[in-house]
């Protein structure tokens, strides 16, 4: 399989991670060891530059720690553009570990190359053309997505459909809804889902 190249240094937490990608990605990936990128001055330092010289893209676990890790990277690059990559909630054990994580979800590490490569391309990040954005947070109200008493539930159920995990925010939807589908493709799920 040929691998694919992708300009944008990617970041990701553990080094079984950079280990997954580096099989079928040709490009720079970044390792935050987890947590340690909260005190790491020059990894910081790295980043901001990364992002703000080409962009760069997030790639966490599902789980909670992923998502902290997430938000915390997006917090320390105020300019810069940040494109995220998120893997669904697949449970399971990655197969060197003896236990599963505390929240029972599969890892980028445990996550298969087509499930990657399907998460690469709703981000938009495998296609050289920048699409525009047609949604705004206005339209996800519209959609009934936000700010209406069965909004939650309907998220839950798109997710599901779009194998996203279920900690993705609104703002995380917007962005991916913007990259990786048309008006009409997501009008027609949401009208087919709603009545599920």
């Known amino acids: 399989m040929e691998k694919l190249h992708i300009d944008k240094p990617i970041i990701v937490e553990g080094k079984y991670d950079k280990n997954k990608l580096s099989s079928f990605i040709d490009g720079v990936i970044i390792v935050t060891d987890g947590f340690s990128v909260y ?3 020059e990894l910081k330092g790295y980043i901001r530059k990364c992002a703000a010289d080409t962009g760069v893209i997030v ?6 720690a992923g998502f902290r890790i997430r938000g915390y990277i997006k917090s320390i690059c105020p300019e ?3 494109t995220h990559v998120y893997i669904p909630d697949i ?3 990655e197969k060197r570990k003896e236990l599963p994580s505390k929240e029972g979800k599969l890892g980028v590490e445990g996550i298969s190359v087509k499930t990657l490569r399907e998460a690469f391309e709703r981000a938009g990040v495998l296609s050289n053309e920048k699409k525009e954005p047609w949604l705004t947070k206005a339209g996800l109200y519209e959609l009934g997505l936000t700010g209406r008493p069965d ?3 309907l998220r839950g159920k798109l997710y599901k459909h779009l194998s996203l995990p279920s900690r993705t925010t609104p703002n995380g939807l917007l962005e991916i809804l913007n990259n990786g589908y048309t008006r009409e493709e997501i009008e027609k799920l949401i009208q087919n889902i709603a009545n599920k």
Not at 59 to 64: A, G, H, I
């Open 91 to 93: 449970f399971g054990k």
């Open 59 to 64: 790639l966490t676990d599902s789980d909670s």
């Open 39 to 41: 005190g790491d001055e």
């Open 151 to 153: 909004s939650a539930q």
């Open 80 to 82: 810069g553009e940040i």
